[in-house]
């Protein structure tokens, strides 16, 4: 009997999430309190049987970091891999009972292939996204050298650019938050 709850519990866990907007999958064993939403387009595929009077309650939490390398000035961004790709800085979502500083250093390490030992992490700011339920917590990320990481399916591309020298386009808000670094 143990063996078979065993089972059906792997078997729920590992239960592949497929994006209703644009056919991107996740195994929902991988993902954190944001399962449902598609990393790829922010598509909400949160299934019918979860009432929206549930979700409204639970505030999705994610982080991001902005890195900048003090000896060039120049600063870290990704090219996020989706339809109409943006240059944003590194973020992801947090999981239940993780805290926000480990998530954020967990994410690190799987978009970036990267331990975060170099990196001083300094939180900036909490912002809240009422169109998707999220407190996103704002960080500032310091190292000493520029690094070449090895980016996961997340992100395209990566670059190091000056304030005066930005990619474009840039994700919504970056702008701001590059003048703050």
Known sequence: MKDLIKHLLREALDKIIKCKNCGWTWKK???????????????D?????????????????????????????????LLRNEDNPTWSLMAGG???????????????????????HDI????????FREDKNRNFHFYHGFTSKEFAPKLDHENKEYGWFSKDKLPSPLYEGMEEKIKTI
């Open 120 to 127: 001083k992490f300094k939180k900036i700011r909490v912002e």
């Open 45 to 77: 595929n949160t299934p019918n049987n979860i009432k929206e009077d549930d979700k409204k309650d639970e505030k999705i939490a994610s982080a991001g970091v902005l890195i900048k390398c003090t000896e060039t000035g120049n600063i870290l961004l």
């Open 94 to 116: 947090i999981h239940e009972g993780e805290s926000v500083l480990d998530g954020l250093k967990r994410e690190f390490k799987e978009e970036l292939s990267l331990e975060p």
């Open 29 to 43: 064993s991988e993902s954190g309190p944001d399962m449902y939403f598609c990393h790829k387009c922010g598509h």
